[in-house]
Each structure stands twice: as structure tokens, then as C-alpha cells.
């Protein structure tokens, strides 16, 4: 692995704890660059910016034999309505009532890095799409409408995420922008939101989320989004819950934080961690790691003697295997290993060694992929299996399914003449909204920031060579506390 691609590897693991439930700031997804090895800049798409691809029933260009009468709320959603969501869902012929939407077709659009310095990294949320795409039409489409899917790669390259904006707005006309994925959609954001196109159920790699108004990422997020600031002022508020629940059903108490001293954002991702473990209540030490030569013998033996219970990182994946070689050749494993949604996949039952394997833990503000005991997720399993043969199972594959849900169940709101406005209006008044039972009771309504105290729901995965997988160590999901404490931080990287 090169040093760009342990760069890249080493801020991931960073911003993707934002996409299970923490918020953390991505300045070094949009400072870490891609370019390729002679200087020059990664092709994205077809090298010139154009989409790769529309998806439709069967996976071909244009739908063949039409579609079928009927459709309603999209697979897995266990009704067409999204809690609390409203719509105009009056009766009639369909219409051909807004960019994007025929008669007979929807057209939507995805940018996500399926190849960069990364590779396909962030892949697993456009093949849990797909996979909701294909079902939805199998199904007979939403009111009758065929869903097309078009989708760009933007190789984790801001000018190339911007390119692939244009094309899929201007000349592909999509009505909005679903579960996009990649660090470089800063190149793009500013763009899309002065287009007036909704980016639905977007999983936020970037702080877009929490400034652009058309913006909606699938965790719902408490903040004006007027286009001026990130959050309150370039601050976001993480919460303190999930560091209680690991003291409260763990019984632990005395935390190590590890983060690369040379990379500030790693840093400072470290200091806020320790920050919200000490507000509840946890002895913390920390330890700096060199990036280029990351060394655990030390920082091990250290943490065995001081008794460390649970250990949290901000590193790369691969120094956290080289972490837990080091913690097995030592015979050390403390009660969890808290580490992030990249993890989150049926791999890790062959990535990791014994001894950190069953102490795997992720946060989230998603029910785990493996929990079939949920109609909702079955139906995902049943619809992955069928559409995306072969692909590993990973968290992000059924966030990118959730998306699908959630667009597909404010489209169904609005009948046969739905508008951007219309979705995003239904977004707008959602209240605890859960796909089903996917989400972990998610909103847009304004957050007051002078309220320290404010409730939040959220759910913790356990790796389980047991049970085979991934299991919901928060027991019923989602788990909430009313009386969960934020605190704010403040941002470098400001969504652009």
C-alpha cells in the first residue's frame, strides 16, 4: 500500500465514525488529493465526467415490457408513509410533473468513489441501491413508475465530483441525487444545491450535510443548513450516549484513545473522543502513533499495565490489524474495541486476529445489517442475494438500501404528480423516522445548541464468530437516552 493510500486509509477512519452516529469534522478527505502516480488526475466515470451507467428492472439501458399497474412504498419499508412524513397523494393519472419524472419512469442519480486511492471503499452503499432499485421495479415500480438509476464515479476527486454533477443534472436531468457516497462531494455540493436538487439519504462524508439545505444525509441531522455555516457556526454537536452505554452494560471504565500525532486530523478527532469519555465519567490515556511507522509493542504493554478496558482509535485499517497482532502476540484483550463503519462487513470474520475478532464494536444510527429477525432487513437480504450476487454484506450496503427506502416511500407520499418540493417538504416534517425500522428514529427538525440535555437513539453491533456475524449488542434497536449529553466541536473542513 502506497503512502497516499495509507493517507487516505488513515482519514477514513475519521469521518466515517460520522456515519455511525459521531460527528467529525473531513478536512483531510477534501486536502488529501488523488492524484495518480505520474502527477496527473484520475479519470472519473468514462474520463470525461460522464455518468456509467442507468439502472432499471433487469439492468438494461430502457425498460423492457413496460412496467407493472400499482406499487407503493418501496421494499422493506413496512408501509408508504415514513413516520410522520406527509404528501399530496391525490388521485388521478401520472403526470409528467417535474425534472426527472415521466409518466411512467423516475430517473435518479448516484455519485459515490467506486475507484480511487481508496478502490471500492465506499462501493457497498451504490450495491445496497441497486439492489433496492431492482426490487422496487420487480415490484412494480412506485405508483406504477419505473426507477431509473444513473450513476457516476467521481475516483474521490473533487473537479471530477463536480463534472459528474453537471452531467447527471444538466444532461441526465436527474429529479435527485440518492445515497451518494465519497469524500470528494465538496466539488460538488455547492453546485447541486444551487441547482435546487435534493440529495436524499446521503451518508456524509462531508460536512455538505450539515450546511446545504437540499442536503439530507440518512442520520437526520439537527441543523439549519441555511449554506452560510457548518452546523451552529462551523460547530457540531457530538453526543456523549453510546460512551455511557460501553461504562453502563460493560461495566468499563478506563479507556485508551490511539491517534496519529503527525496528522492533525487525527489528533484532534482523538482529543474529542477523550473529551466525551471523560464527560462520562472515564479515567482516559492517550497515546500518539507515527503514521509512517506505526509501533503498538510499547502502547500495548502500557495498556496492560494500567488495566485499559476498552480501547478507541482514529487510525487506519490497517495499523488497527497490525494493533491487534500486536495485542494477540501479548495476550492482551480488553472488554471492546471500538472501531468504524469501514469494519463493518462479513470480512472482518477473516480480517482480524482471535483475540480482537469478538471485541469489535460499532456505533451506529443503523440496525445491523445481519439481524434478519426484522422484516425490513430480511427483505434487504432477500433483494442483496438476488441483485448483487457474490457482493461481500457490509453495513453500508444496507444504508444505501435505507436510502432507497426513504426517497422511495416520500415519492409514493406524493401520487401520481411528485416535485423536488414535494420531497423535500416530506422530509421536512418527518418526526422519529425509522424506514421501517432500519433507522434509529431520525429527523430534521432544528436542535436548540443551548440545550446540553437532549435526548438521543442510537444502536451498537458486536462481531460474533458464534453467531456467525454481526449481532445487536445494544439489544432491542434503538436503544435511547432521554438525558444524553452534547457537546460541541468545531469544524475545519466546511462541507465545500
Known sequence: MSIRQRIALGTLCLVVLAACGTRLDDAAFVEAGVATEDGGLAPAGNGNGQSTGTTVAGGSATPSGGTTPGGGAAPG???????????????GPNEASDTGITETTIRIGNITAVNGVLGDAFEPSLRGLRAWVEATNAAGGINGRTVELVTCDDREDRARSLECARQLVEDDQVFAFVANNSRAQGG???????????????????????RYGHFWTLYGPGYPREGDVVGFDNQLYEPTAWYRWFRENLQVSNAAVLSYG????????????????????????????????????QIVADMQ??????????????????????MQRRGFQPVAKVSTVVAAGDSIGTD??????????????????????????????EAYARYQPGE???????????????????????????????????????????????????DYQVIDPNSEIRPYCFGIGQW?????????????????????????????????
Not at 419499508?77 to 388521485?91: I, Q, V
Not at 482529543?271 to 503498538?296: K, M
Not at 499495565?305 to 500486536?326: E, S
Not at 437516552?481 to 469544524?491: A, C, G, K, Q
Request: charged share 20%; proline share 4%; net charge negative.
Open 188 to 210: 460538488s455540493a455547492q453546485y447541486i444545491d444551487d441547482q435546487g436538487v435534493p440529495v436524499v439519504g446521503g451518508l456524509p462524508i462531508t460536512n455538505s450535510y450539515y
Open 352 to 381: 482480524f486476529s482471535d483475540i480482537c475478532r469478538n471485541i469489535i464494536f460499532i456505533p451506529g444510527l443503523t440496525r445491523v445489517y445481519s439481524d434478519t429477525s426484522s422484516p425490513a432487513v430480511a427483505a434487504f437480504h
Open 77 to 91: 419499508s413496512e408501509g408508504g408513509t415514513g413516520d410522520g412524513g406527509t404528501g399530496s397523494a391525490a388521485s
Open 305 to 326: 499495565r494500567r488495566g485499559t478496558q476498552m480501547v478507541i482509535d482514529t487510525m487506519d485499517d490497517g495499523a488497527n490489524r497490525k494493533l491487534c497482532d500486536t
Open 464 to 496: 460474533s464468530d458464534e453467531a456467525g456475524g454481526w449481532v445487536q449488542a445494544s439489544g432491542s434497536f434503538p436503544t435511547c437516552y432521554e438525558d444524553n449529553r452534547h457537546y460541541p466541536n468545531s469544524v475545519q473542513e466546511l462541507g465545500n
Open 392 to 442: 461481500e454484506l457490509h453495513q453500508w450496503a444496507l444504508e444505501g438500501w435505507t436510502a432507497g427506502v426513504m426517497i422511495g416511500e416520500a415519492i409514493a407520499s406524493l401520487g401520481p404528480a411528485p416535485t423536488r418540493q414535494g420531497v423535500e417538504d416530506w422530509l421536512r416534517a418527518l418526526n422519529d423516522y425509522s424506514a421501517g425500522g432500519l433507522l434509529a428514529n431520525v
Open 262 to 297: 503527525d496528522i492533525a486530523e487525527s489528533s484532534q478527532a482523538g482529543a474529542r473522543f477523550s473529551r466525551g469519555l471523560e464527560i462520562e465519567g472515564f479515567a482516559v490515556q492517550t497515546y500518539s502513533v507515527n503514521f509512517a511507522n506505526p509501533q503498538f509493542d
